[in-house]
């Protein structure tokens, strides 16, 4: 079950391969792309949790690097922000699906999926616009990341759930739509860092 205490550094300056089940000094498990000597080994995204990843998430097509669509902003805006392409693929992968005119019930749009309160606030006039869309996008994430202290699962919980609803939890939300969306976007991180 994933918890607060589980981080996956975003890397800086290389593209995350591949994801370490690491404890802490007080014996606390927690997710890095980064292997400390002796208190980590390498883990697959696939057995993320409780809950084993048999088999493909929906909608999952296999999607490499090459032909995914939106690769040229996604890649300007990933090394604008200082965020992996990688993982910004995998949020719109879980978000949209790259369906750049999805809308969802509550009223994201877009293919990061922007509430119309988070669009305004990320400069946003056209969230049906990819290359305003993934800006926005990753500055809200690049923001996420920063209140979190970098805790990508925490802002991965706060880009689903909202920011309010992690602070008020003090952790991953235990909504189970939060829970899932945190491990789709995990394991679609790990296929597109493999890809």
Same mark, same amino acid.
Not at 36 to 57: A, Q
Not at 74 to 102: C, H, M, Q, T, V
Not at 187 to 193: I, L
């Given at each position: 079950?994933?918890?607060?205490? !589980?981080? &996956? ?11 370490? &089940?690491?404890?802490?000094? @007080? ?6 792309? !980064?292997? #400390? ?6 883990? *697959? ?15 999952? *097509?296999?999607?490499?690097?090459? =032909? ?5 902003? %996604? ?7 200082? %965020?992996?392409? =990688?993982? %910004? ?5 879980? #978000?949209?699906?790259?369906? @750049?005119?999805?809308? *969802? ?5 877009g293919l990061m999926? +922007? ?6 606030? !990320? ?5 049906? =616009?990819?290359?305003? =869309? ?6 809200? +994430? @690049?923001?996420?990341?920063? !209140? ?6 925490? *802002? ?6 909202g920011p309010g609803?992690? /602070? ?14 945190? /491990? ?6 790990? @296929?597109?860092?493999?890809?």
């Amino acid at each position: 079950m994933l918890t607060g205490v !589980m981080v &996956l550094f975003v890397c800086q300056t290389a593209v995350a391969s591949s994801l370490y &089940l690491c404890r802490d000094a @007080r014996g606390k498990k927690y997710f890095s792309n !980064m292997p #400390e000597s002796g208190r980590c080994v390498s883990y *697959s995204t696939r057995k993320l949790g409780s809950i084993s990843f048999s088999g493909k998430w929906p909608g999952y *097509s296999g999607d490499s690097y090459k =032909n995914v669509r939106y690769h040229k902003q %996604i890649d300007y805006w990933g090394k604008r922000y200082n %965020i992996d392409p =990688n993982l %910004i693929k995998a949020i719109i992968k879980a #978000e949209s699906g790259f369906d @750049r005119y999805a809308v *969802s019930k509550k009223g994201a749009q877009g293919l990061m999926q +922007l509430m119309p309160d988070t669009a305004r606030e !990320m400069r946003v006039s056209d969230p049906f =616009n990819p290359e305003q =869309n993934i800006a926005g996008g990753v500055r809200y +994430l @690049r923001k996420l990341l920063k !209140m979190f202290n970098g805790d990508l699962v925490l *802002s991965l919980a706060a880009y689903n759930a909202g920011p309010g609803q992690v /602070k008020r939890s003090g952790g991953v939300p235990q909504f189970s739509e939060t829970k899932s969306y945190i /491990k789709r976007v995990l394991s679609y991180y790990d @296929r597109f860092a493999k890809a």
